[in-house]
C-alpha cells in the first residue's frame, strides 16, 4: 500500500534539537525513531519502516528479539562490566561458541569493541608475529575509522579528507578489487582468467618493501561496490598471501554471521584464512566484536606490538550473553539457509527492477545481502549519486529504509524478515524510483546528507 509520511511538529522539533546538540551524519530526510519490532522500526509519530538496514547490520535477529530482550535482562541484574584483566563465564563461552563454528585451527579470540578496533588488533598480531610492517589491502575495502584502519580503507570520498599525515604509512600498498562488472583493468571475466590478481601481484612487488606482514581484504568488499568476488579470486590471494609470507586477514565484520547463506562469508570459497574478524552482526548490537586467530600466531605475537590487546570494556559479559545468545540461535533456527532462500526473492526483485529501469546497471550480492548501482545508462554505467539518493529519500517516505552510499544502495534486512515483508519493500523500492525519475523531491539539497555523497557528486561524470 502506499504511504507518504507527514512529520509531526513535535518530530521535527526533535529533529531540530538533534542538528543543535548531537554530531553526527544524517540522512534528510531526518527521522527521529523511537522503537523497533522484527523487521520494523516505528519512528515519534508511529509511522512504520521495513528496516533494510538492520540497524547499522547489526541484528540478524531483528529488533527486541523476545529471547534476547531475557537474556538481556536477566544477565543485566547480575554482571554487566568487569576488568577486563579477568575472565567471566559468558565470554569464555562465546568465545567456545564462535571456535566451534570456524575451521580447526581457528582456536583463540581477542575480544574488541569495535570492528575497526579488531581490524587494528589484527594487524597488530600479523606486525607482532612476523616481525615485518607492510599491511596490503584491496581498493574499495573498508576496514573502519579509527586511524590504522582508515589507512587501509579506500572507498574514497570525504571521510579522509585532511588526515594526510595522521594516516599511517600502511595506507600505500593496495591491490585491485575484483569488481568485474566495472573491471579495473578493463577485461573480461572469466576469459580474463582473473588477471587482477597478477597485476596486484606486481603492486605487492612496487609498492611493499618486499615484506608484507599481510594481505587484509573483506570476504565481500561491502561498502566499495558489494564486490562478491569470482570463486578463483579469494583461492588466489590466499596462494599471493602465502608467496610473500604474508597472513591472510579477512574482515566479516558485515557478513558474519549467516548473512550470505553461510555462517561465515569465506565458506562460499573453500579458503581458510590466518585471522578473521568479527563485528556488526555478531555482537547483536551490543559492541562485542575481535580476531580469531590460529594460537601458534596468538603465542609468536604475545608480548610483541601489544598483543594480547585488552581494552577497557573488551569481553564485558552482558554484550558476551547476549552474542552468545544470538549465536545459538542462529544455528538452532539455520539461518543461513534462510538467508539463502529469502536472499534469492530478494535478488529476484531487484533484478526485476535492473530489466525495467536503465538507471538500475547491476544488482549484486550474496545470500540477503544486496545492492543496486544506480547509473545514468546501462551503456556508459555512470554512477548517479544523486539519482540514488533521491530514490532513498522517496523510499524512507514510503515507509522503507535502506543504506545509500554514493551510487551503491544496499539492502540489509534482518534474516527473520518474512517473505510478505520482502514483496512490500521491492513495491515500496519502485514506487521510490519512479518519483526520483520524475524528479522529486525537487528542493532537498542533499550534499550533506551523507559522507560521502557531496565528494561522489562533485565528482560526477567520472566513473568510479
Ligand atoms: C567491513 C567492515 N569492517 C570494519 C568496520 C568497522 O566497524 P566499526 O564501525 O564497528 O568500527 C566496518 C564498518 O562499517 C565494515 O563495514
New binding site residues.
Given amino acids: 500500500m502506499e504511504k507518504h509520511f507527514h512529520f509531526s511538529n513535535a518530530h521535527k522539533d526533535l529533529i531540530a534539537r538533534d542538528a543543535e546538540s548531537v554530531l553526527g551524519w544524517r540522512y534528510a530526510p531526518g527521522i527521529i525513531f523511537e522503537s523497533g519490532r522484527g523487521s520494523t522500526i516505528t519512528d515519534v509519530d508511529g509511522n512504520e519502516y521495513l528496516d533494510f538496514t538492520s540497524g ?2 547489526c541484528l540478524p535477529l531483528g529488533h527486541s528479539h523476545e529471547e534476547l530482550t531475557e537474556t538481556l535482562r536477566q544477565q543485566a541484574g547480575r554482571f554487566v562490566h568487569e576488568n577486563s584483566w579477568y575472565s567471566n563465564p559468558q565470554i569464555i563461552a562465546f568465545a567456545e561458541a564462535l571456535t566451534a563454528t570456524l575451521p580447526d585451527g581457528l582456536d583463540v579470540v581477542n575480544f574488541t ?7 587494528e588488533v589484527a594487524m597488530r598480531m600479523a606486525l607482532g608475529a612476523s616481525g615485518k610492517h607492510d599491511i596490503v589491502s584491496v581498493i574499495r ?6 586511524l590504522a ?1 582508515e589507512g587501509l580503507t579506500s572507498i574514497g570520498g570525504a571521510r579522509r579528507r585532511n588526515l594526510g599525515p595522521l594516516l599511517p604509512p600502511a595506507n600505500a600498498p593496495a591491490i585491485h578489487a575484483p569488481l568485474c562488472w566495472r573491471c579495473p583493468i578493463n577485461l573480461e571475466y572469466p576469459a580474463c582468467g582473473t588477471a587482477c590478481l597478477a597485476a596486484s601481484e606486481e603492486l605487492i612487488d612496487q609498492t611493499t618493501s618486499s615484506e608484507a606482514a599481510a594481505i587484509i581484504a ?1 570476504t565481500m568488499l ?2 566499495g561496490g558489494m564486490i562478491v568476488p569470482p570463486r578463483e579470486w579469494l583461492p588466489g590471494l590466499k596462494d599471493l598471501a602465502a608467496r610473500h609470507g604474508a597472513f591472510l586477514i579477512l ?4 557478513l558474519a554471521p549467516a548473512r550470505t547463506g553461510r555462517m561465515w562469508g569465506f565458506e562460499h570459497y573453500g579458503v581458510v584464512p590466518d585471522m578473521v ?1 568479527f ?2 552482526g555478531m555482537s547483536a548490537g551490543l ?1 562485542i ?1 575481535g580476531v580469531v586467530t590460529r594460537r601458534d600466531i596468538a603465542e609468536e605475537a604475545r608480548g610483541r606490538a601489544g598483543t594480547p590487546w585488552a581494552g577497557t570494556y573488551s569481553g564485558d559479559p552482558l554484550p558476551a550473553a547476549v552474542a552468545l545468545k544470538q549465536l545459538e540461535i542462529v544455528e538452532r533456527d539455520d539461518l543461513s539457509a534462510r538467508a539463502e532462500k529469502l536472499g534469492a526473492r530478494l535478488t529476484a526483485g531487484l533484478k526485476r527492477l535492473c530489466q525495467s529501469y536503465e538507471a538500475i546497471g547491476d544488482v549484486r550480492g550474496q545470500g540477503l545481502y544486496s545492492m543496486i548501482d544506480v547509473v545514468a545508462d546501462k551503456k556508459t554505467k555512470r554512477p548517479d549519486a544523486a539519482l540514488a539518493e533521491r530514490i532513498r529519500y522517496n523510499a524512507a517516505l514510503e515507509g522503507l529504509i535502506f543504506i545509500c552510499v554514493k551510487n551503491f544502495m544496499r539492502f540489509c534486512p534482518p534474516l527473520i524478515i518474512a517473505e510478505a515483508e520482502i514483496d512490500a519493500a521491492l513495491a515500496a523500492l519502485e514506487r521510490a524510483i519512479k518519483r526520483a525519475l520524475a524528479g522529486y523531491p525537487r528542493d532537498v539539497d542533499f550534499r550533506a546528507s551523507s559522507s560521502l555523497a557531496a565528494g561522489a557528486e562533485r565528482r560526477a561524470g567520472r566513473a568510479q
Avoid: I, P, R, Y
Avoid at 251 to 254: C, G
Fill in positions: 547499522m547490520m569493541v569495535t570492528g575497526s578496533e579488531a581490524n575495502g573498508l576496514h573502519g575509522g579509527s584502519v573483506e561491502v561498502a574482515d566479516e565484520a558485515q574478524t563485528a556488526k559492541a566484536c
